[in-house]
Structure formats: structure tokens, C-alpha cells
């Protein structure tokens, strides 16, 4: 059974830095590829944020964050990383870490995802 479990979130003004991470166990092949998904107060379904493949390490960001967020894993010990440098009031949000088996790639919708961790709340205030 995989797991998954977010950590690091906070209050930041604008302009701020947060760095998310999220441990991951169990079959390997449950997790593949991970996600990070966020939910604000409009968006009931959740919006893909970025995801990076385990094996290869290759990434991929949503248009809103690219270029000031950063997803890295560390192997030892199965820990993904959200950087997010340059936050706006419009991050705000719940953001869940997120995994899957398979082919791993960009613009995820939630229902691509199989298993989810508990979300860890960010707030940037202007």
C-alpha cells in the first residue's frame, strides 16, 4: 500500500519562499510519479501543480508556477520537494502531494492520482 505524507506549510507575505515536502512508502511502482496538487477557496476540484517522475527525475509545472516553483526528490529517504519561491497572494491554497504508477507527465487532474496525502495549508498574504 503506498503512502504519502506532506509537510512545511505556513503564512508568508508576498514575494516569500516555502519549501513542501512529502514522504512517500510502500510498492514502488505506486509511485512512480509524483504530484503536487493544490485546492483554493474557487477551485473545488484541485489544480495540478507540478510532478516529477521518480526514475528519471524529469519534471513538469503548470504555467502558473513555472519558473518560480521547483519540484526535486531525494531518494534516500523518498522525499519530494516543492520549492516555491516568489509567492502571490493567488498561491493560497491547500496543497496535497500526490502519487501514481505509470507513465508520468504534465497536466494531471486530480482523478489521474491514486493516492493522497492529508494536504498542508499555504497562505500568502499581500
Known amino acids: 500500500q503506498v503512502q504519502v505524507a506532506e509537510s512545511g506549510g505556513g503564512s508568508v507575505q508576498a514575494g516569500g519562499s516555502l519549501k513542501l515536502s512529502c514522504v512517500s512508502s510502500?510498492?514502488?511502482?505506486?509511485?512512480?510519479?509524483m504530484g503536487w496538487f493544490r485546492q483554493g477557496p474557487g477551485n473545488k476540484r484541485g489544480e495540478w501543480v507540478a510532478?516529477?517522475?521518480?526514475?528519471?527525475?524529469?519534471?513538469y509545472y503548470a504555467d502558473s508556477v513555472t519558473g518560480r516553483f521547483t519540484v526535486s526528490q531525494n531518494n534516500v529517504p523518498n522525499t519530494v520537494y516543492l520549492q516555491m519561491n516568489d509567492l502571490r497572494p493567488e498561491d493560497t491554497a491547500k496543497y496535497f502531494c500526490?502519487?501514481?504508477?505509470?507513465?508520468?507527465?504534465?497536466?494531471?487532474?486530480?482523478?489521474?492520482?491514486?493516492?493522497w496525502g492529508q494536504g498542508t495549508q499555504v497562505t500568502v498574504s499581500s
Open positions: 510502500g510498492y514502488i511502482a505506486g509511485r512512480n510519479c
Open positions: 510532478s516529477i517522475h521518480v526514475g528519471s527525475a524529469e519534471t
Open positions: 500526490a502519487a501514481r504508477g505509470g507513465a508520468c507527465y504534465g497536466h494531471y487532474v486530480a482523478q489521474d492520482f491514486t493516492t
